[in-house]
């Protein structure tokens, strides 16, 4: 692995208090191509950031990078200051997966509860996650017997079992309809409102005035740290798929414009 | 490793094999059928089955386990719950000794319903201890068990993992005396016998077949089972990655 935890980074500052997440050239190699390739960003404690872009622009590979479970080829992660995949941060950190990492043949209740148990957390914990994802009437089905969207939820159910600190969710409202959608997103916006930092990834650009900031990722790279108005304002563009494709042109014109 | 989350773990396998009755079914009376089978064709055939059947006895819960075991562990490769678990406190040694456990206990059900099948109505006998005969077959069972466990590390699909039995297994058999004396094998076969697990299993099982008391043969065979359990079990633990590519 040539990422060593304790590689210094040249000139690296400390973050500013109040960082959770702190990013720092970060570089991940999966085959041939660079799927994440030079990122720097931070997160400050208690937001609410959206990591939007189409699929296979690098936005899962970031996310399992930031929950240590990535092998990454150069750069710095820390998150509330440790290295990312420190111990220490196991029960600090809630991770929910693309596609729904939870046992099919368990019912919903099982499956939390084996995870409780595993963070350390009492049956108090998993009726909270329940009615936090509305999934009370559900607890004694399988897994493998409800809709995709239930499964993601029973999924996000278990990433917030252990209150923790930072959420990353790996496209948590994909698949769901615009009701569930507008109630998982109040529910993100209180957690953050109540000091939990969370990064939600999506590739519905319409997910994107839900943040307070956003993310744009392609090709691996961050196209834009912004917050949506000014996103639309320095755009012009009315919505923010044509937003997005206006950034793309202006982006490859400018590689163009260097290369000449 | 703490006891709350490799118990919680294995009560986990246990209830997910308490939702698939039918799998827990296949467990016992595949083995069950088989060495059935195999006393009916050794029938008047004077003490065969009696020589067969303890070492057959200890082979096909192997077998078993080491199927149910690699695609239960694959599964959670590629279902990602083993990605989220490593994501959460939990110890290396919790997942596999969980796994070991669960499959463990249903080892022991297995081993007392097949054996009671083979002393009773199927007519074995053995000099030594019957119970020991037992004792055998849940070490193999749990050896197939780590086996499986390491095994699943080195397959991508379900597919892959199924072939791995008759790539682990079937050389093993075919050299651990049952066929051909392991005295008779030609001479590198023979010394290659020496490094296979299940040689010692049977000979483990031919101990009690031939003699009424423990030999110090038997408690070797028993201790380099163990062993080989260990060893496959902490193989097991390093084939599994926080951080993958």
């Known amino acids: 692995m040539a990422f060593r935890k304790d590689d210094p980074v040249p000139n690296r500052a400390e973050p500013p208090a109040g960082t959770t997440v702190c990013v720092e050239h970060l570089t991940v190699v999966r ?50 200051g440790e290295p990312a995949g420190s111990p220490s941060l196991r029960t600090r950190v809630g991770y929910l ?59 996000l159910a278990t990433a ?92 490859a014109q400018a590689t163009e414009e260097n290369g000449r | 490793m703490t006891w709350r ?92 000794l969980g796994y070991a456990f669960a499959f463990g206990l249903a080892a022991i059900v297995q081993a007392l319903v097949v054996s009671g099948l083979c002393f009773g109505p199927y007519g074995m006998t053995v000099r030594g201890q019957p119970w020991l005969v037992v004792v055998v077959a849940v070490l193999d069972a749990l050896l197939g068990t780590a086996m499986g466990l390491s095994v699943s590390a080195l397959a991508a699909t379900e597919f892959q993992a199924v072939q791995f039995m008759p790539a682990v297994v079937l050389p093993q058999l075919l050299l651990c005396g049952i066929i051909v004396p392991r005295g008779a094998l030609p001479n590198v076969l023979h010394w290659v016998s020496y490094a296979l697990p299940m040689s010692y299993a049977v000979d483990a099982t031919q101990q009690l077949s031939s003699h009424a008391v423990v030999t110090g043969q038997f408690v070797v065979d028993l201790c380099v089972v163990g062993g080989f359990l260990i060893a496959a079990l902490a193989l097991a633990a390093s084939t599994l990655h926080r951080r993958t590519p």
Request: glycine share 10%.
């Open chain 2, 5 to 96: 989350r490799t118990g919680a773990t294995g009560s986990r396998v246990l209830l997910q094999l308490r939702h698939d009755p039918r799998t827990v079914g296949l467990m016992v009376a595949v083995p069950a059928v088989l060495m059935g089978l195999l006393a009916w064709i050794l029938h008047g055939r004077d003490h065969d089955f009696d020589k067969y059947g303890p070492q057959l006895l200890g082979i096909f819960p192997l077998v078993v386990m080491f199927l149910v075991t690699s695609v239960a562990t694959l599964r959670e490769r590629t279902s990602g719950t083993l990605e989220r678990l490593l994501t959460m406190p939990i110890a290396k040694s919790d997942f596999v």
């Open chain 1, 31 to 80: 085959g041939r191509t660079r799927a994440v390739d030079d990122v720097s960003f931070m997160i400050d404690a208690g937001s609410l950031v959206g990591l939007l872009g189409p699929s296979g622009c690098g936005k899962t590979t970031l996310m399992r990078s930031l929950v240590g479970v990535q092998q990454v080829q150069a750069g710095d992660i820390r998150l509330f």
């Open chain 1, 160 to 251: 917030l079992l252990g209150s923790p600190s930072l959420l990353v969710l790996d496209e948590p409202t994909v698949g769901l309809d615009p009701l569930l959608r507008r109630h998982l997103w109040a529910l993100f916006r209180r957690l953050a409102a109540g000091g939990t930092t969370l990064l939600v990834s999506s590739h519905v650009m319409d997910e994107a005035e839900r943040c307070e900031r956003m993310l744009l990722m392609r090709d691996g790279r961050i196209l834009a740290d912004t917050s949506p108005a000014d996103l639309l304002a320095s755009t012009a563009a009315e919505d923010f798929e044509s937003a997005f494709v206006t950034l793309i042109e202006g982006a």
């Open chain 1, 97 to 155: 997966t693309q596609s729904p990492s939870v046992y099919g043949d368990l019912t919903v209740r099982e499956n939390l509860s084996y995870f409780a148990k595993i963070i350390g957390q009492g049956p108090g914990a998993v009726e909270r996650v329940l009615a936090e994802v509305d999934l009370g009437h559900h607890t004694e089905v399988l897994v493998g017997r409800l809709s995709g969207g239930e499964r993601t939820r029973v999924s």
